[in-house]
C-alpha cells in the first residue's frame, strides 16, 4: 500500500511541475525566437517611417524641380550652383542625413537610447528654422512652406515614434522576459518534491473483539 501511494504521489507531482513549467517555457521560447529576429516590430515599423521621411522630400524635391522649369535645368541651378537662399537641395539633403544617421543607430547598431534622434532632430529643427529666416524659400511659390514644414514635422514625429513607442515597448518586453526567467528558476525550488515513504503510514489496526470474548464478558455480568 505504502508503494502504491508513493508512485501516485510521484505522479501527481511530476504532472504539477510539468503543468506549472509549460507556460513559462512557452513565453520564453516565444520571446528567444522574437530576439532572433534582426530588429523588432516596432522599432522596423520606425525605420519604414524614417524610410517614408526621406522618400517624401525626394518626391516633394522632384515635384519642384519639374514644376520651376524641368528637372535637368533645376539640378543645374539647385545643386551645380547651389545657392542656400533660394536652393531646395540642402533640404534634401537634412532628409538623407536623417535617413544616414537613424538607419545605422537603431537598425544596423540597434541602439536604445534616444541620443542619435536628439541630434538629428536638433540639427533639422536649428537649419530649418534658420533658412527660413534667411532664405528667400517663401517667395518661391507652395514649395517654399511645404518642404520646410514637411520636413520639420516629419522630425519631430521620428522622435516621438522612437522616444514613446519603440524604446518604452522594448524595454517592457526586456522585462517581462526577465521576470518569466526569475520565475521559471524559482518553480523547481517551490514545487514539493516526491514524497518519501515515511510520509504515509497506516495506523495500528485495533484487535477486534471476538464472540467468544463477548459472550466470556456477558457471563462474568451475569
Known amino acids: 500500500m505504502d508503494s502504491r501511494c508513493s508512485s501516485s504521489a510521484d505522479s501527481r507531482t511530476a504532472v504539477r511541475v510539468t503543468v506549472n513549467s509549460t507556460p513559462m517555457s512557452a513565453h520564453v521560447e516565444s520571446y528567444e525566437a522574437a530576439e532572433k529576429k534582426c530588429i523588432s516590430d516596432v522599432r522596423r515599423t520606425f525605420c519604414l517611417f524614417v524610410t517614408f521621411d526621406l522618400l517624401f522630400i525626394t518626391l516633394l524635391w522632384i515635384i519642384e524641380l519639374n514644376v520651376n522649369g524641368g528637372i535637368p535645368k533645376q539640378l543645374d541651378e539647385e545643386v551645380l550652383h547651389y545657392n542656400y537662399h533660394a536652393s531646395f537641395f540642402d533640404i534634401f539633403l537634412l532628409a538623407v542625413f536623417r535617413f544616414t544617421s537613424l538607419?545605422?543607430?537603431?537598425?544596423?547598431?540597434?541602439?536604445?537610447?534616444?541620443?542619435?534622434?536628439?541630434?538629428?532632430?536638433?540639427?533639422?529643427?536649428?537649419?530649418?528654422?534658420?533658412?527660413?529666416?534667411?532664405?528667400?524659400?517663401?517667395?518661391?511659390?507652395?514649395?517654399?512652406?511645404?518642404?520646410?514644414?514637411?520636413?520639420?514635422?516629419?522630425?519631430?514625429?521620428?522622435?516621438?515614434?522612437?522616444?514613446?513607442?519603440?524604446?518604452?515597448?522594448?524595454?517592457?518586453?526586456?522585462?517581462?522576459?526577465?521576470?518569466?526567467?526569475?520565475?521559471?528558476?524559482?518553480?523547481?525550488?517551490?514545487?514539493?518534491?516526491?514524497?518519501?515513504?515515511?510520509?504515509?503510514?497506516?495506523?495500528?489496526?485495533?484487535?477486534?473483539?471476538?464472540?467468544?470474548?463477548?459472550?466470556?464478558?456477558?457471563?462474568?455480568?451475569?
Not at 212 to 217: N, Y
Open 103 to 222: 538607419i545605422l543607430a537603431y537598425a544596423v547598431f540597434r541602439l536604445r537610447h534616444w541620443w542619435a534622434i536628439a541630434v538629428t532632430t536638433a540639427v533639422s529643427c536649428a537649419f530649418l528654422i534658420v533658412k527660413v529666416i534667411l532664405s528667400k524659400l517663401l517667395s518661391q511659390g507652395a514649395f517654399g512652406y511645404l518642404l520646410p514644414i514637411i520636413s520639420f514635422v516629419l522630425a519631430w514625429i521620428e522622435t516621438w515614434l522612437l522616444d514613446f513607442k519603440v524604446l518604452p515597448q522594448e524595454a517592457e518586453d526586456e522585462n517581462r522576459y526577465q521576470s518569466i526567467l526569475d520565475a521559471s528558476e524559482r518553480a523547481p525550488l517551490l514545487c514539493p518534491g516526491p514524497m518519501s515513504d515515511g510520509q504515509f503510514y497506516s495506523p495500528p489496526e485495533s484487535v477486534a473483539d471476538t464472540d467468544e470474548d463477548l459472550d466470556d464478558k456477558q457471563g462474568l455480568w451475569h
